[in-house]
Nanobody, 117 residues
């Protein structure tokens, strides 16, 4: 089992920055990749970014490319999402997820990000 706890979400003005954190515990040695997803009210959950745990290779949704950066600290078993140039449409509940065997099987409880215009 892997446990995930997100933090860092809050209210921020458009154009501002925010860094989300996701601390992993449990069987972290078996993690293949970790991802950030978000879900806005009335919308489906969408992929934001992912990082391969061993190599550090990163992947982004087109909507956040160039503004968001995903990174990891292996020693702390923590993944970060640095969000710059935030827009009101970035408002959502942000979740991190861990993939051990090809699917995101473990999810955090989410952290709310609200961007005011």
């Amino acid at each position: 089992q892997v446990q995930l706890v997100e933090s860092g979400g809050r209210l921020v003005q458009a154009g501002g920055s925010l860094r989300l954190s996701c601390a992993a515990s449990g069987r972290t040695g078996s993690i293949y990749r970790m991802g950030w997803f978000r879900q806005a009210p009335g919308k489906e959950r969408e992929f934001v970014a992912a990082i391969i745990w061993s190599s550090g290779n990163t992947y982004y949704a087109d909507s956040v490319k160039g503004r968001f950066t995903i990174s990891r600290d292996n020693a702390k078993n923590t993944v970060y999402l640095q969000m710059n140039s935030l827009k009101p449409e970035d408002t959502a509940n942000y979740y991190c997820a861990a993939d051990r065997v090809g699917n995101y099987d473990y999810w955090g409880q989410g952290t709310q990000v609200t961007v005011s215009s």
